[in-house]
């Protein structure tokens, strides 16, 4: 390459998720040029952090669980140099975006957006943004200490149902509205002196951006406070959350918008080029599905922190125990979304508890050492209230579906967990009339999605076969696809699949069904059925039905 010639663009994708910030950068192809990631337990253990989060319990009261809000900016001054460290020029990003872990909400004090303005670049961000934060620490969504303020929130439109139909979802207590009514009513004085509540995605693009960046389309859906058809805030929802809460949000964007240029801090201290566009920041799973590239009839599955299943939809549906967001690619259709609190962390614990090695490796062996369907045993495991239904502790069943106190070996609780997280979620598509059949196949991500053995058994009990992306970050892939998109958007078209999304690259077929995977699994099926509702009926009927 000759001086004269531009140099190749590179885009760049954030992903602020549960337990660690990961950054990624790309080239106009969509290869992966650099990737670094950091962990918030390991790398910043001044905040004190558990899988990235704090949590504090009160007798009689529901944990609350949040995040401090400097980490996630610490862990920014640290992904930056990493990101360096590993090769990259970052001279040569044309545009940015990223994700975060949805619904958690951000309080920024009066007069942080000036701080924002004017950052020395001789100085580390986390130094200058210390007193930027009215509460120190975020809400985020392992939090479910909000249910009176979710209760309240249905009420005011008519009920859970009608809530849905505004904004999408039922009331979620980790949802941002609950969370910020909470504040709201018993940390007036924080509440009084926010001048801005962001989302954790909003929040890392403001700082990006030097001013306050608007909460995008998608990642606005898992709020309760917007209306997913006008796309606007619903006035009775702000109005049931909180005074004066229209201005502390500022309007809504769709997903793929250029917010502006990156600020002057980054061009000074990192090299960036004064022209590199911010696109919306916005959830992890939305991101996750443009990472994904999901196409009509697949079912994604992310193994983060939090199991989620997600799908493409063409049109708003209700989903009684779901969600249902704007899609970020396509602001006229949707995504769907079940999540559950009891996914990899309580696979970390049982792998742990049950071998010697306390590895992964060592976990699939004992999965694979055990048939189909465990002999019939199978374990329900809830470390935390799980979402879905509101049910907490540990329950076993042996093959007559009697309650047991515990298995007799290691080998059939990994298999009897392993089994249980999937049939319940295969349960609960069922419930929602979205049977196997509906799917072809399913894509798998996050974290543990690099173990076959347990992308096996979800073969098996969905009776479709498991793809997988080269790249398992999929929100982290899915965020600098959106930098290089929105980018690209008036330039030049690229290679679309029919959704409008861009084809998907590096999928890999990981797993097929066993042949008879469906005569053993649907009678299971129906086997947890029963078992979930001889556990209910001990919380109350109403959640049962
Ligand atoms: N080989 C593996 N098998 C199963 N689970 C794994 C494996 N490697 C990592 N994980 C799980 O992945 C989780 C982290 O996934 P990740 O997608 O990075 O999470 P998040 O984005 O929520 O921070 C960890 O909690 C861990 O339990
Ligand atoms: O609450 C939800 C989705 O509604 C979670 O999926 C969070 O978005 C956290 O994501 P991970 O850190 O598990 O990827």
Redesign the pocket.
């Known amino acids: 390459m000759t001086s004269s010639e531009p140099l190749a663009k590179q885009f760049l994708g954030f992903d602020l ?3 660690q910030l990961k950054g990624v950068v790309i080239n106009e192809k969509r290869e992966v040029l650099h990737e670094s990631h950091v962990q918030f337990d390991t790398d910043l253990p001044e905040f004190r952090t558990h899988n ?1 989060v704090i949590t504090v319990l009160t007798k009689g009261q529901k944990p609350e669980v949040s995040a401090p809000v400097l980490m996630w900016v610490k862990a920014l001054d640290m992904i930056l140099e990493r990101l360096r460290v590993c090769g990259a020029d970052f001279s040569q990003i044309a545009s940015l975006s990223g994700s ?4 958690g909400t951000v309080y920024w004090v009066n007069g942080a957006e000036e701080t924002l303005k004017s950052l020395d670049e001789g100085q580390f961000l986390h130094n200058q943004m210390a007193t930027s934060f009215a509460s120190p620490t975020a809400p985020v ?1 392992l939090d479910s200490s909000t249910t009176a303020y979710s209760q309240k929130l249905e009420e005011s439109v008519g009920g859970p149902e009608e809530l849905a139909i505004i904004t999408g979802s039922k009331a ?1 207590e ?1 949802f941002s509205a609950s969370q910020i009514a909470k504040v709201a009513s018993i940390r007036t004085t924080v509440y009084n002196k926010t001048e801005r509540i962001s989302l954790v995605s909003s929040f890392m693009c403001s700082l990006f951006l030097g001013k306050y960046a608007a909460i995008d389309y998608a990642d606005g859906s ?1 709020m309760n406070l917007l209306d997913i058809k006008s796309k606007e805030w619903s006035p009775q929802l702000l109005e049931a959350t909180a005074p004066g809460l229209a201005e502390k949000l500022g309007d809504p964007v769709p997903s793929h918008s250029v917010l502006g240029q990156i600020s002057n801090y980054f061009v000074e201290r990192f090299g960036f080029n004064e022209e590199c566009d911010v696109v919306a920041f916005t ?3 939305p991101s996750s599905l443009a990472g994904m590239c999901l196409e009509e009839g697949d079912m994604a599955i ?1 193994l ?5 299943l997600f799908m493409w939809l063409k049109e708003q549906k209700y989903l009684e125990n779901g ?1 249902v967001f704007v899609n970020p690619l396509n602001e006229t259709e949707y995504m769907g ?1 079940l ?1 559950y609190k009891n ?2 962390l309580v696979r970390e614990r049982i792998k742990d508890k049950c071998t010697k090695s306390k590895g992964w490796e060592e976990f699939g062996s004992l999965l694979q050492s055990t048939p189909w369907g465990n002999f019939g045993y199978m374990g329900l495991y809830f470390d935390e209230e799980e ?1 879905v239904h509101p049910v907490q502790g540990e329950f076993k069943f042996d093959q007559d579906g009697r309650r047991i106190e515990k298995f007799d070996s290691h080998e059939v609780e990994i298999r009897a967990l392993v089994e249980g997280q999937f049939l319940l979620k295969r349960l609960h598509l069922e419930d929602l009339d979205i049977p196997v059949e509906s799917f072809s196949r399913i894509v798998a991500t ?1 974290g543990a999605s690099q173990n076959q053995m347990i992308l096996q058994v979800i073969a098996d009990v969905f009776n479709a076969p498991v793809y997988t992306l080269d790249n398992k970050n999929s ?1 982290l892939l899915g965020a600098a696809y959106r930098a290089l998109d929105s980018y690209s958007r008036f330039a030049k078209a690229g290679r679309k699949n029919e959704n409008g999304a861009p084809l998907a690259q590096g999928l890999t077929l990981v797993c097929s069904p066993y042949s008879e995977a469906l005569q053993i699994y649907t009678p299971m099926v129906e086997k947890c059925r029963a078992q979930m509702k001889s556990i209910l009926p001990s919380i109350g009927d109403d959640e049962a039905s």
Do not use: M, V
Not at 304 to 308: F, I, P, Q, R
């Open positions: 998720s549960t337990q990235g975060a872990q949805q619904h969504w979620y980790r898992g959830g992890d799973n992310s983060g922190t939090s199991d989620t969600s979304l999540c996914g990899s979402i996050g929100a």
